[in-house]
């Protein structure tokens, strides 16, 4: 063997690797165990290997909830006959018999849970103990009516919920293993200071107060004691208070501002401290402080401001709030409390725009609810008046608060906020006709333009595949995952391909898990997301044995997923312990998983969204600019017109799916411009209708040259000619003209190779129609005299093409001639009273049938029968009507029931039918 080694170094190396396999071996046999395990666990539980003796059937209730539910009824049968004795035999009894009453049965009360909690009846003590406390709230019910009958209720009532609160709580410290007493402490502390406060005459003011310092003592219980049951409570008691003191302070912050102020913002101190102490409820309880700070601030500011300026004062307030999640402070805040106060800030933000919307909706909305005529002259307005001119402050500062956000979301809620401040600007101010519609025409044109060229916008926003800079949390969540020290590792193989590394520390289940390591510095591993190894390019490496680098003192291994060495994994010798399968799963050196990617933002581009939330709003503006202008003629033609050539321009300069829309608007808009033309010159519905034909043609002829918006232009101008169809519609002769030009229309554009299947056969179409309406239009009753001259030679011309080519399909080759003279012969036939043409008619089609049968003719088939079908059915319809009026009533529906009951008894039957029929069919030419 030829090596670069010296024989004893070698020998240290192989037995090194020797042993991280013998060690990677046991690791993958627990692995390999556990996964058996988890497999197959299932299996073995549904087939048991030995049988089993059958469990005995279950009790219905288990000892312990059975002495439960008889302790918990012992219990309530107690305390309801102390109730009574107290209600109904109290009076019976003397002075000295009643004090000897109170104090036996309550001392024995109090007294037995210590003896029956030192006997281990948990429960039972329990009950005794509920039932203790209830007589001890009879006995203060018995000394108010015997000793102190004279005091007032309310005040006695705080000053013995204070000391009853005191008792239990003293008693429930000296039982720690009795449940109730404590949360009955914590229950009866909630009443006295708003007991005291309504017996000293206190308003609704003091009242929230009170409750306010009650909600505080609540909040101080959940945080600094232990026992869950007290803490539950107190937090209840919290919400609870604390929700009707805030409640109050916003409905006095509308009535007495001065008065709800402090009391607001005491509570949402409070609120702030209790957010900072308990994160897992930080953003909930924040969200709370924030409404609470808004109220109070913008209260002061609606009581100093007039009352327009009630709202924006709100929204100021909000957006300070708002901006905490910016502010210097906020490194320093918890992020659940910021979030909260952000999320807060951003809520009324929300509010604000929602009372600013009206004005918006006014001036994108009112000029479609018209009330007078086209080009009357009048305008009336959007239908919006008296509405304060602040909202528009109102969009303006919020629109500026979001533009000095880096963030995509915030720059598309600014420019919806821009937009929509210049679409309600004529609403609140009142802005005459001439300048509400010159702004409208504005809009649509910046709008249109930021649509085309949205990069002035995207400055400072992040691109899509970069890390934005990292804030305060991702800095300390980046700190805390990754700890004081990364160290580089690098990794190589072995001669035999398995990891030879250096001296380093062998991975382990846990950061301190027990078993010896390998000589050298204590390293941790590394380990890739994917099991490569993570290598330092500036540490170095020494020659292995084959040739291959072996790693130096620099380096330390790297596990992948599924276990195996990524090219320097160095598993523990073999007397460290066996990691616990599932242990450790995505943790640094596990080698089991790796770790789980975190969902990515998506990576759309900051153009093409700003350009799309644009071009909406532009698309909206323009809308309405042209409602706008129908008030006026001249103003139609300049809206019409500014239309037109703004949709072109971002036809022409813009992309993608922004650039085929705006061009089917720009078709729109020149169709318009026609229309309005025509009206304006006093044309008839048919002349307007033959004028409308100049946009398809256009379409036709700009087809030709815009290729990448081509179809969708000519599909719109298509559209367009279909309207002209029914405007000319009350004209035959105009019809059949307009049908005539749409032929050449169609003509024109089946020139172009990639429109000639379909263009073409529109033509034929439309030149078919045009003829028929003309022959209608002429009177003729014989349309075969015009259709047989035509139908002959082009059904020898079809049978020539397929002499020539075999493979052509028949409706090509005898489609069009067999429809010339069928179609309108079908028609002539029924409305034609006499017998002649519809037998004749009839016995061509059951030619033309045959023969589609007989040669396997699609065209002939199809045409043939359809038409023999209902040259048949307009012969038997009047007989058919006489059954049908001479049957009962019932027959009919019963007939369909029969028939409906048939085909679903053989619904497979029949599709199978249609299936083969439908493949028989496609097999014809």
């Not at 299996?43 to 059937?57: E, I, N, Q």
């Not at 449940?179 to 007991?195: F, Y």
């Not at 049951?229 to 604390?242: E, H, S």
């Not at 706008?628 to 033609?637: I, K, Q, W």
């Amino acid at each position: 063997m030829d090596n670069s080694l010296p024989p004893a170094d070698e020998l240290v190396l192989v037995d090194r690797e020797l042993a991280q396999l013998e060690a990677r071996r046991t690791q993958l046999l627990a692995r390999r165990a556990w996964l058996v395990q988890v497999l197959y666990r299932p299996a073995r539980a549904a087939t048991p290997r030995w049988p089993v003796t059958p469990a005995a059937p279950a009790a219905d209730s288990t000892p312990r909830s059975a002495q439960n539910v008889l302790l918990t009824l012992g219990g309530t049968l107690l305390t309801i006959a102390a109730v009574a004795f107290t209600l109904v035999s109290w009076g019976s009894m003397g002075i000295g018999g009643r004090a000897a009453v109170l104090c036996a049965v309550t001392g024995a009360a109090l007294s037995a849970p210590v003896v029956l909690l030192r006997r281990g009846l948990v429960s039972t003590g329990e009950s005794v103990a509920v039932l203790g406390l209830v007589l001890t709230v009879l006995d203060a019910y018995a000394l108010h009516r015997v000793a102190l009958s004279d005091t007032d209720g309310l005040g006695y009532a705080a000053v013995a919920s204070a000391v009853l609160a005191g008792a239990w709580a003293a008693y429930g410290s000296a039982l720690p293993r009795l449940r109730v007493p404590l949360p009955a402490g914590v229950v009866a502390a909630q009443l006295p200071l708003p007991l005291g406060v309504l017996a000293a005459g206190g308003g609704a003011t003091a009242f929230a107060w009170a409750a306010l310092v009650t909600a505080a003592a609540d909040g101080a219980v959940v945080l600094w004691t232990r026992p869950l049951p007290v803490r539950i409570t107190a937090g209840a008691g919290a919400a609870l208070l604390g929700g009707w003191a805030l409640l109050t302070g916003g409905w006095l912050s509308f009535s007495s501002p001065w008065s709800g102020a402090p009391l607001l913002l005491a509570g949402a101190a409070v609120c702030l401290y209790a957010a900072w102490r308990t994160p897992g409820w930080a953003a909930a309880v924040s969200v709370v402080a924030g409404l609470a700070v808004v109220a109070a601030l913008g209260g002061l500011l609606r009581s100093a401001v007039p009352g327009d300026w009630a709202v924006p004062g709100y929204v100021l307030c909000g957006l300070v709030l708002a901006s905490v999640w910016r502010a210097g402070v906020g490194a320093r805040l918890p992020r659940g409390v910021r979030t909260g106060l952000t999320g807060a800030g951003a809520a009324t933000v929300a509010l604000g725009l929602l009372w600013a919307l009206p004005p918006v909706a006014g001036g994108a909305l009112g000029p479609l609810a018209r009330t007078t005529e086209v080009w009357s002259g009048e305008h009336t307005g959007p239908g919006l008046v008296a509405y304060p001119a602040t909202a528009a402050l109102v969009l303006a500062v919020v629109a500026a608060a979001l533009a000095s956000v880096p963030r995509l979301w915030a720059r598309c809620g600014a420019l919806a906020l821009v937009w929509a401040l210049l679409t309600a600007l004529p609403v609140a101010p009142g802005l005459p006709y001439a300048a509400t519609l010159a702004l409208q025409l504005l809009t649509t044109a910046a709008a249109l333009w930021i649509a085309v060229r949205p990069a002035p916008l995207t400055r400072g926003l992040p691109r899509p595949g970069t890390t934005p800079a990292a804030s305060p949390d991702a800095r300390t969540t980046a700190a805390r995952t990754t700890g004081p020290t990364n160290r580089p590792a690098t990794a190589a193989t072995g001669p035999s391909g398995v990891s030879a590394t250096g001296p380093a520390e062998p991975p382990t289940s846990g950061p301190s898990a027990p078993g010896p390591s390998a000589p050298g510095p204590a390293d941790r591993p590394a380990s890739g997301p994917v099991g490569t190894p993570v290598a330092d390019p500036s540490a170095p490496s020494a020659p292995g044995p084959a040739g291959q680098p072996a790693s130096g003192p620099a380096t330390s291994p790297a596990s992948g997923p599924a276990g195996q060495s990524a090219g320097g994994s160095v598993p523990p010798p073999p007397s460290a312990p066996p990691r616990a399968p599932g242990a450790g799963f995505g943790a640094p050196g596990t080698g089991w998983m790796p770790p789980r990617p975190r969902p990515q933002a998506s990576a759309a581009e900051p153009g093409t969204v700003l350009g799309w939330v644009a071009y909406a709003g532009g698309l909206v503006s323009a809308a309405g600019a042209v409602a706008l202008a129908l008030d006026v003629r001249g103003a139609t033609f300049l809206a019409l017109g500014a239309v037109l050539g703004l949709l072109t321009g971002v036809a022409v300069l813009g992309t993608g799916a922004r650039r085929a829309v705006s061009a089917c608007g720009a078709v729109l808009a020149a169709a318009g411009l026609v229309f309005a033309g025509a009206a304006a010159a006093g044309l008839e519905a048919h002349w307007t209708g033959l004028a409308l034909l100049l946009v398809p043609a256009a379409t036709a002829a700009v087809g030709a040259t815009a290729r990448p918006v081509a179809l969708p232009v000519e599909i719109t101008g298509a559209a367009v000619g279909l309207s002209a169809l029914g405007l000319a519609a009350s004209r035959p002769a105009f019809l059949a003209l307009v049908l005539a030009l749409g032929g050449v229309i169609a003509a024109a554009t089946a020139v172009r190779p990639e429109r000639r299947r379909f263009a073409s056969w529109a033509a034929a179409g439309l030149f078919l129609l045009a003829a028929w309406v003309r022959l209608g239009a002429w009177g003729v009753t014989t349309p075969e005299a015009y259709t047989l001259p035509v139908t002959v030679p082009a059904l020898v011309v079809g049978f020539l093409r397929r002499r020539r080519d075999p493979e052509a399909s028949s409706w090509t080759a005898y489609g069009p001639g067999l429809a010339v003279t069928l179609l309108p012969s079908l028609g002539a036939a029924w409305t034609d009273p006499e017998w002649v043409r519809p037998l004749v008619l009839g016995v061509a089609a059951l030619v033309v049938t045959l023969l589609g049968a007989r040669f396997r003719l699609q065209a002939l088939l199809l045409l043939g029968g359809t038409v023999l079908a209902l040259d048949g059915l307009h012969e038997l319809a009047p007989y058919v009507v006489q059954v049908v009026g001479a049957l009962p009533r019932w027959l009919p529906p019963a007939l369909a029931g029969l028939l409906l009951l048939a085909v679903g008894a053989t619904y497979e039957q029949r599709l199978r039918d249609a299936r083969r029929l439908r493949e028989r069919l496609a097999r014809m030419r």
